[in-house]
């Protein structure tokens, strides 16, 4: 399986064609239709938030203030 960036990387190019106007077309008597673009966003945002957990960012740390 890829890495977290290639996933991402896939799935921001795929938003990028149906945001083109690529989110469906025909070929003879035969209709391609592309991933949902709702999914995709949603995968996006995973992806990131996993990216951002891996490389340590957007940790936060409740103060207490006990020690």
Not at 25 to 41: E, K, T
């Amino acid at each position: 399986m890829d890495g977290l960036e290639e996933q991402l990387e896939r799935v921001q190019k795929a938003i990028a064609a149906i945001e083109g106007g690529a989110q469906e077309y025909q070929i003879d008597n035969r209709r391609v239709s592309h991933a949902d673009l709702a999914a995709l966003y949603r995968r996006e945002g995973s992806l990131k938030l996993a990216l951002a957990r891996e490389n340590g960012e957007g940790i936060l740390y409740a103060n207490t203030g006990r020690l």
